[in-house]
C-alpha cells in the first residue's frame, strides 16, 4: 500500500550531521560502472509494488539532483518532463501535475510538464520563511489581497499557474506530442494549494481563470473564486495545503488559477499548487527539486529544516541524482558518505525507514581529466555498496546504458547527446529518460544497437525487451552486442512490434550478439503472429537469431481397416477396444494423436522456456 505522509509539524532536524567514512571505507575501491549491472535492487519487489499501487492509485516521485534535472528555470526542462511522458506511456494517465511556485515560465521559456506559470509585479513580496526550509528550486512567496490600494503590498497580481493538460509548452526538441490529453480534465478537477504557517499569517484566496489560449493570462476572465481557511495563523511551523472547490473549464481547453492571499493587513506564504483528478488517481508524477551546481554535500548544507515542506506533497519514493558536479573532484567514498546521509534525511523527514529511493549515476560529461575520470567511473560502484546493504534502493546505472549507445568519448557521437559539456540536448533527455524509467520498471529496452564492450549479466529480475520494426537490426529493430561474455541469470526475453509492422514467413530478427553465452532466459514473450504463422526460436542461444515461419499441417490421416474376427471385442457402450498387438489400428490411433498434436499447437497460444538444445522448438506467438 502507498505510504500516505500528511502535513507535518518541522521536527527539530538542526544542522546535517555528515557520516565521514572510516579510514577501512576511505580505501575501499569500488567498482567501475563497467563492472556494474545495468540495473541492481536487493529487493525489486519493492519497486515491482510501487509501480502496482499506480495502476489504481497517485504516486509521487521526488527528483533529487543539479541543473540538470532543474525544471523549471534550468536545463531539466527536457528531461523531467519526459520522464513524466514516460510515466504516463505505462499508465495512461497523469494524475496530478508537479507542484509549481511563482515563476515565470510556458512557451518561452519552456513549460514544466502540464504548467505554465506567471508571478508578475506589483505582486507577492519575499517570503518569511527561512532559506533552510525551502526545498530546492521551490519558490513559495508572500502575497496579500489583489487590493493595491488598500492591501499591504500593493500588489494586485497573484500567482497566476496554468494546466496545460496536453503538454502544449514542453520544449520542442523534447519530442513530447501535444495531441494528446495527459492530464485527464474529465471528472473532478481541483487544485491543491500549500501554504506555510506564521504568527501573522492570512489564508488562501484563489479565483479561477479558464482560457480558449495556452498561455496563462491574467485578462482571462475570473468565473469562480474561493479561500481555503487552513488555519495560517499560527505559532508552530507546518506546510499545510487545502483543495479548490472543483474547477469548471466553461467550454475552455485550458484552466488558469491565481493565488493570492485572503487578508489586506496579512501576509500569507503560499508555496505552490498543483491540479489533480479526484476521478483519475491512478498513475505517477515526478516532482523536480533540483537546482543548478547542487552536489548532495551542497543540498545538505543549505536545506537541513526542509523536512516540513517535503513531507507535505506526500511522496512515495525518492530519486537521487547527483554526481555531475561532484565530477570526481570528490572520493567515490566520499560521494558514498554524502548519498547516504541524503538518504538518512529524507526518509527522517517522512518518518519512514524503509522510504524507497532510486539512485540514478550521471551520465558521460565532457571536460573532466584523467584523474576526474578515473574517481568519476567508480560513483556508480559506491551507489551500488549501498544498495548491498540497503534493501530498499535500487541503482540504475544509467552510466553504462548511455554509453552504450555511443554517449561517450571515443564514439565521435557525444555531441548528439550533449549541448555543453555536461547539459542533454533533447535527444540525450529522450534516451535518458526512455531508459531510466525502462530500468525502474524493471526493463532494458532496446530499440537500436547498444554495444557493451565488456561483459553482460541479465539477473532473473530483469526483462530483456527488445523492439521490432522490419528486419534491419539497429535501422529496424533492437540488438543487443556484447563484445565478451553474455550471462543469462533467467531473466525474461520479451518481444515488442512497433509502428505496425507485421513479420512474415522467412523473416529473421538478431535479437543478440555475443562473444559466448552462458544461461537461458526463464521465459520468452513473443507476440502473436498472424494465423498460419510461429516463432522458431532454435537459433535464439547459438546465434541470438529468432525466425518467423509457417505452421506446419497436421499429417493426412486413412480411415481405419476394419477389424478383422477375433481382434475387437463390442462393448455395450459402442466404444471398441483395440488390442496393443493390432498394427493397422494402433499405427491409425497413433497417426491420430499426431494430428490432434498439430492442430493443438495450431490453435492453442504456447508460453514455455525454451531449453538450449540443437533440437527444433517452434513457438505459436502469443
Known amino acids: 500500500m502507498l505510504r500516505r505522509i500528511a502535513a507535518l509539524a518541522l521536527p527539530a532536524l538542526g544542522a546535517a550531521v555528515l557520516h565521514w567514512p572510516s579510514i577501512a571505507s576511505a580505501q575501499q575501491t569500488y567498482a567501475s560502472f563497467r563492472e556494474v549491472d545495468f540495473f541492481y535492487s536487493q529487493r525489486p519487489e519493492v519497486f515491482r509494488e510501487l509501480w502496482q499501487d499506480a495502476k489504481t492509485q497517485t504516486v509521487r516521485v521526488a527528483v ?24 504516463w506511456k505505462r499508465f495512461g494517465n497523469s494524475p496530478e501535475t508537479p507542484v509549481v511556485g511563482c515563476f515565470y515560465y510556458g512557451s518561452s521559456p519552456p513549460a514544466n510538464w502540464l504548467l505554465a506559470g506567471q508571478c508578475a509585479a506589483p505582486g507577492p513580496t519575499a517570503t518569511r520563511l527561512n532559506a533552510t526550509q525551502i526545498l530546492p528550486n521551490a519558490r513559495p512567496m508572500a502575497f496579500s489581497t489583489l487590493n493595491s490600494a488598500t492591501n499591504i503590498t500593493g500588489g494586485n497580481r497573484g500567482q497566476l499557474t496554468l494546466l496545460q493538460h496536453d503538454a502544449n509548452g514542453a520544449d520542442a526538441s523534447a519530442g513530447i506530442p501535444t495531441d494528446v490529453s495527459y492530464f485527464n480534465t474529465s471528472g473532478v478537477v481541483k487544485a491543491r494549494i500549500y501554504a506555510a504557517t506564521h504568527p501573522a499569517s492570512g489564508e488562501i484566496a484563489y479565483q479561477a481563470r479558464p482560457n480558449a489560449s495556452a498561455a496563462p493570462s491574467y485578462s482571462a476572465a475570473a468565473t469562480s473564486s474561493g479561500t481555503l481557511t487552513l488555519g495560517l495563523q499560527s505559532p508552530t511551523f507546518e506546510i499545510k495545503s487545502g483543495e479548490t472547490d472543483a474547477l469548471e473549464f466553461n467550454g475552455n481547453h485550458y484552466m488558469g488559477l491565481e493565488v493570492f492571499g485572503s487578508s489586506d493587513s496579512a501576509l500569507t506564504d503560499i508555496v505552490g499548487l498543483r491540479f489533480v483528478n479526484e ?16 552536489t548532495a554535500s551542497r543540498f545538505l548544507s543549505q536545506h537541513a529544516n526542509a523536512g516540513a515542506m517535503f513531507a507535505a506533497f506526500g511522496f512515495h519514493a525518492a530519486i537521487i541524482h547527483y554526481g555531475a558536479n561532484e565530477g570526481g573532484s570528490v572520493s567515490a567514498a ?85 549541448v555543453d559539456r555536461v547539459h542533454y540536448t533533447g535527444l540525450g533527455a529522450q534516451k535518458l529518460s526512455a531508459a531510466a524509467v525502462a530500468a525502474m520498471m524493471g526493463e532494458i529496452r532496446v530499440n537500436d544497437c547498444p554495444s557493451d564492450p565488456g561483459a553482460v549479466t541479465l539477473q532473473s529480475s530483469m526483462t530483456l525487451v527488445v523492439e521490432l520494426g522490419g528486419t534491419t537490426a539497429c535501422t529496424n ?40 553465452l552462458t544461461g537461458t532466459f526463464a521465459s520468452l514473450s513473443l ?30 490421416t486413412s ?42 499447437r495450431k490453435l492453442v497460444k504456447i508460453s514455455v522456456a525454451p531449453f538450449r538444445t540443437r533440437a527444433r522448438h517452434t513457438f505459436v506467438g502469443q
Open 559 to 600: 480411415p481405419p481397416p476394419a477389424a478383422e474376427p477375433g481382434t475387437g471385442n463390442a462393448s455395450g457402450n459402442g466404444s471398441q477396444t483395440v488390442s496393443s498387438g493390432g498394427g493397422g489400428s494402433a499405427n491409425y490411433f497413433f497417426l491420430v494423436l499426431l494430428g490432434l498434436t498439430a492442430l493443438l
Open 334 to 418: 566520499q560521494f558514498k558518505s554524502d548519498i547516504t546521509t541524503v538518504i538518512s534525511r529524507v526518509r527522517g523527514w517522512v518518518g519512514d525507514s524503509n522510504f524507497p529511493i532510486i539512485l540514478i549515476a550521471d551520465v558521460y560529461e565532457n571536460g573532466l581529466t584523467t584523474a576526474q575520470t578515473a574517481v568519476y567511473d567508480r560513483y556508480v560502484g559506491a551507489q551500488l555498496s549501498i544498495a548491498q546493504a540497503d534493501p530498499n534502493v535500487m541503482v540504475i546505472n544509467a552510466r553504462r546504458l548511455m554509453e552504450d549507445i555511443g554517449w561517450n568519448a571515443t564514439s565521435g557521437r557525444s555531441a548528439e547527446f550533449l
Open 477 to 516: 529493430h533492437g540488438q543487443l552486442t556484447v563484445a565478451q561474455a553474455l550471462t543469462l541469470n533467467q531473466p525474461t526475453l520479451k518481444v515488442d512490434l512497433k509502428e505496425g509492422f507485421t513479420p512474415k514467413t522467412g523473416d529473421t530478427f538478431k535479437l543478440l550478439s555475443f562473444a559466448s
Open 527 to 556: 507476440p502473436e503472429l498472424p494465423s498460419g504463422l510461429s516463432w522458431n526460436t532454435d537459433e535464439l542461444y547459438t546465434t541470438g537469431t529468432i525466425a518467423v515461419e509457417a505452421t506446419p499441417d497436421p499429417p493426412a
Open 64 to 87: 533529487l539532483g543539479d541543473s540538470q534535472e532543474t525544471s523549471p528555470g534550468s536545463h531539466g526542462f527536457q528531461y523531467i518532463p519526459l520522464l513524466n511522458y514516460e510515466m
Open 279 to 294: 476521478t483519475h488517481p491512478e498513475g505517477v508524477v515526478v516532482d523536480n527539486f533540483s537546482l543548478g551546481g547542487y
